[in-house]
């Protein structure tokens, strides 16, 4: 998809809880530019897991919650890169 530049504006996360694989899903979509500017990640991981996926460059953490035994985290790509403004 990346090399076809391809984009999104809406991306979930949901990976297995016993091989996490969110902040490499994260680091991913920032590398390849495949989350659209202004675009979205929504992330649900068990509460259990070791702590919220840090934002990697060029992604921002919006929020988390946590809902019975589920922890959702929002993340967006700003419109801009900062260095754009």
């Not at 490499?24 to 509460?47: D, M, N, Y």
């Not at 702590?51 to 919006?62: K, L, R």
């Not at 809902?67 to 985290?73: E, L, N, P, Q, S």
Request: charge should be neutral.
């Amino acid at each position: 998809l990346a090399a076809a530049r391809e984009s999104f504006e809406l991306v979930f996360i949901d990976a297995p809880y016993k091989n996490d694989l969110s902040t490499e899903v994260l680091g991913i979509l920032a590398r390849t530019r495949l989350l659209a500017p202004g675009g979205w990640i929504v992330v649900e991981q068990s509460k259990r897991a070791p702590q919220m996926p840090p934002a990697p460059a060029g992604i921002e953490n919006v929020s988390s919650a946590t809902i019975g035994d589920h922890r959702i985290a929002f993340y967006r790509r700003p419109e801009r890169a900062p260095s754009e403004s």
